[in-house]
């Protein structure tokens, strides 16, 4: 196959080359290191790039820009891609209300001209865009829930697995993110059902692994593991350190993809996250992770919660599961967090021998 993979360099775009490369595919990158615009020098990516330059066998990177139409559209046109994997993206929820428009050309523009570009060139291909659970707003709160020592869960039995993907996605509070996603989200399905494209739309609960160049905006578990091995305060916002996430490996993410590539559905949606097996709060996250280096994280907690912030997230994984019965997640919780302490302690040893 010919794979484009956009976002080459961040966290799920880099686990994807390095998978498809691995396969004997041909991949082609497109990352313009924009993640270093969002968030500055911690956010750069060219670290991650030369990374897979040298380990990957069948790699081509071209720094383009997907709100770039010509651009696009020209390498669509000298490339027959058998599958896309959409990863680029402004992805904080609390950074686009700084870059409202930037925000939205990048995650919804940029989505429509590779939608387009790819049924212009290669309608044939599989088309995987990563979506995001902020799509359904804040409305994922409004599931009862009780108030427990370190985290709070749903009250109800039938809501045990999580939110599926009959949550809403209009009437509530999303963010600009949250609102450009979904924009994404609502064209890429339409590609799939009204093109009959062979398009899958994947709403990530909290995408976690060890190349992600995190910030305080975005990397929630890399950027806690970061804070308390190098130093400095981590804050807590609201819900009294007791919002849960669900967290789940790149490797997972990626693993996912492949299934929904050997036997696409068009237009289909899926959640996708850690599950209840990988789900943490932010209290518990803190305590294992200082567990786990033998360090105390400097943090403190701040009364007001983040706009739109979800309470409890956990995604409920039963659709994907059903229809690709192949796929389960194979990282644990502990796992992650090893990996990524394991990763942080690396880097900076081989920081301080430069
Ligand atoms: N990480 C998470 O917790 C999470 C959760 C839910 C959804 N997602 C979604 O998954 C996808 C991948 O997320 P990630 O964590 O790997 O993000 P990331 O920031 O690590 O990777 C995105 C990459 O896209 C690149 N990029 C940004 N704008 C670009 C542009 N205009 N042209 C070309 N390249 C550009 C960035 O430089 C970056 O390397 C995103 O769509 C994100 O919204 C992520």
Partial sequence: MKVLVTGSSGLIGSEAVEHFDRQGHEVFGVDNNMRSVFFGAAGDTLWNLKRLKNACKRFTHAALDIRDRPAIDELFASQRFDLIVHCAAQ?????????????????????????????????????????????????????????????????????????????????????????????????????GRYFSMKVGVFRGGCLTGPSHSSVEL????????????????????????????????????????????????????????????????????????????????????????????HICYISNLRKFQTDYPKWKITRSLDAILEEMVAAQRAQQLHSAAR
């Fill in 218 to 309: 975005h990397g929630f578990l890399s950027y806690l593991v970061k804070v308390t091995l190098t130093g400095g305060r981590y804050t807590v916002y609201g819900y009294k350190g007791k919002q849960v996430r669900d967290n789940i490996h790149s490797r997972d993410v990626v693993r996912a993809i492949e299934e929904f590539a050997a036997n696409p559905r068009p237009g289909e949606v899926y959640n996708l996250g850690g599950g209840r097996a990988n789900s943490i709060s932010m209290l518990e996250a803190i305590a294992r992770i200082e567990q786990l280096t033998s360090r105390k994280l400097d943090w403190h907690y701040a009364e007001e919660a983040r706009k739109g912030d």
């Fill in 91 to 191: 992805p904080s929820h609390d950074k686009a209300r700084d870059i409202p428009l930037l925000d939205f050309e990048v995650n919804a523009l940029g989505t429509v001209n590779l939608l387009e570009a790819t049924r212009q060139h290669c309608r044939d291909a599989v088309f995987v865009f990563l979506s995001t659970n902020k799509v359904y707003g804040d409305a994922p709160n409004e599931i009862p829930m009780t108030e427990m020592e370190t985290r709070y869960d749903y009250a109800r039995a039938e809501d045990y697995n999580g939110v599926d993907e009959t949550c809403r996605i209009d009437r509530t509070l999303h963010s600009l993110f949250g609102a450009s996603k979904a924009a994404a989200d609502l064209v890429a399905q339409e590609y």
